[in-house]
């Protein structure tokens, strides 16, 4: 049984090119339902004996242990995924989790900072030194393109393309190439020219953004660099990576963009995901810092 999560999970890699964390996500979901089983029913062998009741048993037993209601739709989301997987391989003749309904869920739609936040934060790496041009460059174009933060970590210097003033973004279905602005073309220039190879980074390949090592910045740096700036920058509120994907594409359509246009750019498989940052009346100060996900 662990051994049909495993190929789920590297069939979610290969075909689907799901993000780290995404696959991350769903191996523990998973392994964690898993786990359930077996201290229910130890004799299952297959998933093939396990049943749309013992599933339930399942979603009330998190409902009993305080999961929200967020955390238990998304691990529905992960078994409904995993047994639509299992039924087209034809291990499952049927699918249990089709009348299962997940908990109602109250989203709040997603905040932006305001453009003055956005400024301040995006002018808040002063010191023309490697540090201060590689976070200005890098706040920069996670501010212009949307990028998450899993893509940006992954970018490879041979992703940008400054004579045309584009970033090529993601892999496989999920590849995109998305027009910088000239604040971002100007800071990746003298990032790459100035700062990437005082790093000891190749000029010519590699990670686009990289530590002091030359190696390439991980999830958690860029985490903790956008603390510094926020801080910097007076902004009070919490603001996550996510923020500026969050500020990116409720600007754009303020600005007049269209859905289809700012979907592209954002990678957004559907259009509805896209249909949430559409401008309301007015944007508030802060933010409600969202969780890292696939998708928004």
């Given at each position: 049984?662990?051994?049909?999560?495993e190929?789920?999970?590297?069939?979610?890699?290969?075909?689907?090119?799901?993000?780290?964390?995404?696959?991350?996500?769903?191996?523990?979901?998973?392994?964690?339902?898993?786990?359930?089983?077996?201290?229910?029913?130890?004799?299952?062998?297959?998933?093939?004996r396990?049943?749309?009741?013992?599933?339930?048993?399942?979603?009330?037993?998190l409902?009993?242990?305080?999961?929200?209601?967020?955390?238990?739709?998304r691990?529905?989301?992960?078994?409904?995924?995993?047994?639509?997987?299992?039924t087209?391989?034809?291990?499952?003749?049927?699918n249990?989790?089709l009348?299962?309904d997940?908990?109602?869920?109250?989203?709040?739609?997603?905040?932006?900072?305001?453009e003055?936040?956005?400024?301040?934060?995006?002018?808040?790496?002063a010191?023309?030194?490697?540090?201060?041009?590689?976070?200005?460059?890098?706040?920069?174009v996670?501010?212009?393109?949307?990028?998450?933060v899993?893509?940006?970590?992954?970018?490879?210097v041979?992703?940008?393309?400054?004579?045309?003033r584009?970033?090529?973004?993601?892999?496989?279905?999920?590849?995109r190439?998305?027009?910088?602005t000239?604040?971002a073309?100007?800071?990746?220039?003298?990032?790459?020219?100035r700062?990437r190879?005082a790093?000891?980074a190749?000029?010519?390949?590699?990670?686009?953004?990289?530590?002091?090592?030359?190696?390439?910045?991980?999830?958690?740096?860029?985490?903790?660099?956008?603390?510094?700036?926020?801080?910097?920058?007076?902004?009070?509120?919490?603001?996550?990576?996510?923020?500026?994907?969050?500020?990116?594409?409720?600007?754009?359509?303020?600005?007049?963009?269209?859905?289809?246009e700012?979907?592209?750019?954002?990678?957004?498989?559907?259009?509805?995901?896209?249909?949430?940052?559409?401008?309301?009346?007015?944007?508030?100060?802060?933010?409600?810092?969202?969780?890292?996900?696939?998708?928004?």
């Open positions: 049984m662990e051994q049909s999560i190929q789920f999970i590297e069939y979610l890699a290969t075909q689907k090119h799901y993000a780290g964390n995404t696959l991350m996500a769903y191996r523990n979901d998973l392994l964690q339902f898993h786990q359930f089983v077996m201290n229910t029913r130890p004799y299952t062998s297959s998933w093939a396990v049943d749309s009741l013992l599933m339930q048993a399942y979603l009330l037993d409902k009993a242990r305080a999961y929200s209601a967020a955390s238990i739709a691990k529905l989301a992960a078994l409904k995924s995993f047994y639509f997987y299992l087209e391989m034809r291990v499952m003749v049927s249990p989790t009348d299962l997940a908990p109602r869920v109250n989203k709040q739609p997603p905040r932006a900072l305001t003055e936040q956005v400024t301040a934060l995006l002018h808040a790496p010191e023309p030194n490697a540090k201060g041009l590689r976070d200005r460059a890098m706040l920069e996670m501010y212009a393109t949307g990028i998450r899993t893509e940006l970590v992954t970018l490879d041979r992703d940008v393309d400054l004579e045309e584009t970033l090529r973004i993601g892999a496989g279905s999920r590849e190439v998305v027009p910088l000239e604040s073309q100007e800071a990746l220039s003298e990032y790459m020219t700062s190879t790093y000891g190749d000029a010519e390949q590699g990670a686009l953004f990289v530590n002091p090592r030359g190696e390439q910045l991980t999830r958690q740096g860029v985490w903790l660099i956008l603390k510094q700036y926020v801080n910097q920058a007076g902004i009070k509120t919490p603001v996550t990576p996510h923020s500026l994907r969050h500020s990116f594409a409720a600007h754009r359509l303020a600005e007049g963009s269209s859905l289809q700012v979907q592209r750019m954002l990678g957004h498989a559907h259009l509805t995901t896209t249909q949430v940052y559409r401008p309301r009346p007015a944007l508030t100060d802060g933010l409600t810092p969202p969780m890292e996900k696939n998708e928004p």
